[in-house]
């Protein structure tokens, strides 16, 4: 699957990721990603929205896998069951092959769902090795990245503003960047 990432700022708490499945006519595709950008553009709209990852399918695919992060579960319940989201919805439903697939996962349990219903829960040492693996390198690189900045505005480099910098910047990272790569690149070993 090829991928699209939308940027959107990243707030704190464990938020909670409405995670939907489409399979696609292929004679629908280009119409179901006209409707992909409005509805992303919609969601943008509500309360508490941080942002839309969506998992293309390769050439020949019709699979869409689309996480939608809302900071709260109210917020994620007030998009999912909203009449903008409904009437959107109707518009694309005959370019679907089957019903949509929508699944409710908070906190970090989305980069370790199984990517299918016959793979394995991964093991929690696991998911520690990897998060920690992401995690560490960038807790070293992301201060040095930052410093030129702090040594040009002092009241940056205050403490408690200067954690909270590196902290947003390395979360943002993990969340947006690095660790669906990752997940997708160790997949065969987490879920066995």
């Not at 959107?8 to 499945?21: C, E, F, M, Y």
């Not at 093991?123 to 030129?148: H, M, S, Y």
Request: charged share 20%; net charge neutral.
């Amino acid at each position: 699957m090829t991928e699209l990432q939308s940027a959107a700022p990243l707030s704190g708490g464990d938020g909670v990721t409405i995670r939907i499945h489409h399979r696609v006519r292929p004679d629908a595709k280009d119409r179901y990603e006209t409707w992909l950008r409005q509805i992303i553009e919609a969601a943008s709209r509500y309360a508490g929205h941080q942002g839309v990852h969506i998992l293309r399918p390769h050439e020949g695919g019709q699979d869409y896998e689309i996480a939608v992060r809302f900071a709260s579960e109210a917020q994620a319940e007030r998009w999912r069951s909203s009449d903008d989201r409904r009437e959107l919805m109707d518009d694309i439903r005959d370019a679907l092959q089957q019903d949509e697939a929508v699944e409710i996962l908070s906190g970090i349990d989305y980069w370790f769902t199984p990517p299918t219903a016959t793979s394995k829960q991964p093991v929690r040492w696991k998911q520690w090795l990897v998060t920690t693996g992401v995690i560490w390198p960038l807790t070293l690189v992301v201060p040095l990245l930052w410093q030129p900045l702090f040594s040009l505005f002092p009241l940056l480099d205050t403490w408690g503003l200067r954690h909270g910098i590196i902290a947003a910047t390395i979360v943002a990272l993990v969340v947006y960047v690095v660790m669906p790569r990752v997940v997708r690149l160790v997949a065969s070993w987490m879920f066995k």
